[in-house]
């Protein structure tokens, strides 16, 4: 069967993304739950014996890893089950991954990882369950697990909570990421190797204090009032990382993480507090074709940026397509995933584009240029200091991609930061609002 190419969609990082990779750095923080997982690794040693499957007894650091690696997977599963998270783990099996030497895996996700995982997973044990997918290439997310059923009888008798569970600090918060292959549909744009330089020792110094300022930060959630169904969350996630695109450390570079990204809108704007006041959300304007503008030495006209005669009803739709030009190689040719819905039937996708060009003449060489990864780093670069910049006036502030969440009466600080801070950048006056 023939490849379906991808029709081309808005940026990954602007969908929603439900399944999840394994988190191999949970572990159990409380005696219950550390009574759990020695009870297991008991049980999976006694396995091994009765069955003949260690002939020699593991080295000190080889046991280590072994019951760091059941741990961490007891304990992410537990965690996926308490929050009741949308969506599915998924893991890697691959020897040629695990067997690598990689600055993003933990010492919980090694070549032993499937074996571990195949032993959690006999009938005799129960406490995993495993959809393996055959070996097809190029399906990175073949393998899904969940508890078993012996794992939740456990949890239920152990009367685990979230507060049962910790999260070690990550051991890379800089990712960089490889540029997909548009000729293969399955490829994800997988977590590329690298060098540190001056550049990402920078990166990484600048997310270490704003991770420190957060992970201290006096952050509450209310719940009351907000319909259901609510988000399932633990507060203190709280570790961001920075992701750059394309291999390259100018490209991209959004922060991702933190509880406060998994909620929806309306759930962060009702019952976000931080110390100890109500939460807004400042929100940058018509950010992207602002940079585009800036990136092409020009200004932007003054009126709404995504506002076109004959399409006054269509701006959620306007918008999303702009933003699939600015990202887009090729001229588009079809509506970006999503987005037909946001349109009149009697509208075509020629038409849309040629009248967003008319709108913006100045920059209209600068769409389907694959220009999107390059604004969103200046993006990155303005909300990292931003951050810092807040941090250094004791406001905390909490990313959203190109908005942040501040304290109800540091509003009118937060947005002259941010304001400003845009225009050193970019050359280009910027839009701030506070979201209702």
């Known amino acids: 069967m023939d490849k379906v190419a991808p029709i081309f969609d808005v940026p990954d990082d602007e969908v929603e993304e439900r399944d999840r990779p394994f988190n191999a750095f949970r572990f159990a923080a409380s005696e219950n739950a550390k009574a759990i997982v020695t009870e297991v690794i008991g049980l999976l040693l006694n396995y091994e014996a009765y069955f003949g499957l260690k002939k020699n007894k593991r080295r000190a650091k080889d046991q280590e890893t072994f019951d760091l690696t059941v741990d961490a997977i007891l304990s992410d599963l537990m965690h996926h089950h308490l929050v009741g998270e949308d969506g599915s783990i998924y893991v890697t099996r691959s020897n040629r991954v695990l067997g690598t030497k990689s600055r993003y895996r933990p010492r919980a996700y090694s070549k032993m990882f499937p074996y571990i995982l195949d032993l959690l997973a006999?009938?005799?044990?129960?406490?995993?369950?495993?959809?393996?997918?055959?070996?097809?290439?190029?399906?990175?997310?073949?393998?899904?697990?969940?508890?078993?059923?012996?794992?939740?009888?456990?949890?239920?008798?152990?009367?685990?909570?979230?507060?049962?569970?910790?999260?070690?600090?990550?051991?890379?918060?800089?990712?960089?990421?490889?540029?997909?292959?548009?000729?293969?549909?399955?490829?994800?744009?997988g977590w590329q190797e690298y060098q540190d330089t001056a550049v990402t020792d920078q990166f990484r110094l600048e997310l270490d204090h704003i991770n420190q300022w957060l992970a201290s930060a006096d952050l509450r959630f209310e719940n009351t009032g907000i319909p259901w169904p609510q988000t399932t969350f633990h507060i203190g996630d709280r570790q961001l990382r920075r992701v750059f695109t394309q291999g390259r450390f100018d490209s991209g570079g959004r922060l991702f993480g933190g509880f406060w990204q998994r909620l929806r809108k309306h759930e962060r704007r009702q019952g976000l507090w931080i110390s100890g006041e109500k939460a807004v959300e400042l929100d940058y304007g018509q950010v992207g074709p602002r940079i585009v503008y800036a990136l092409s030495g020009q200004k932007p006209p003054t009126d709404d940026l995504y506002h076109l005669w004959g399409?006054?009803?269509?701006?959620?739709?306007?918008?999303?397509?702009?933003?699939?030009?600015?990202?887009?190689?090729?001229?588009?040719?079809?509506?970006?995933?999503?987005?037909?819905?946001?349109?009149?039937?009697?509208?075509?996708?020629?038409e849309v584009v040629e009248a967003i060009e008319a709108k913006h003449p100045l920059i209209k060489d600068s769409f389907h240029r694959g220009l999107g990864h390059e604004t969103q780093f200046v993006e990155s670069q303005i909300m990292v200091e931003v951050i810092l910049t807040l941090k250094a006036e004791g406001i905390v502030a909490l990313p959203i991609h190109d908005a942040v969440m501040v304290p109800a009466t540091k509003a009118s600080t937060a947005t002259e930061v941010m304001l400003s801070t845009f225009h050193r950048h970019t050359g280009v006056e910027g839009i701030v609002t506070e979201e209702a």
Do not use: C
Not at 130 to 145: F, H, K, M, W, Y
Not at 319 to 329: G, N, P, T, W
Not at 331 to 337: C, E, G, V, Y
């Open 122 to 189: 006999k009938p005799e044990m129960g406490f995993v369950v495993q959809d393996v997918a055959p070996a097809i290439e190029g399906l990175a997310r073949s393998t899904v697990v969940r508890a078993g059923q012996r794992l939740l009888s456990r949890i239920d008798e152990g009367e685990i909570g979230l507060d049962d569970l910790g999260e070690h600090p990550h051991g890379e918060t800089i990712i960089l990421k490889r540029t997909k292959d548009v000729d293969d549909y399955w490829d994800d744009g």
């Open 311 to 350: 399409y006054t009803q269509q701006r959620d739709g306007i918008k999303r397509v702009m933003s699939a030009m600015i990202f887009a190689s090729d001229r588009l040719d079809r509506f970006p995933k999503g987005t037909r819905k946001l349109f009149r039937r009697s509208d075509n996708i020629g």
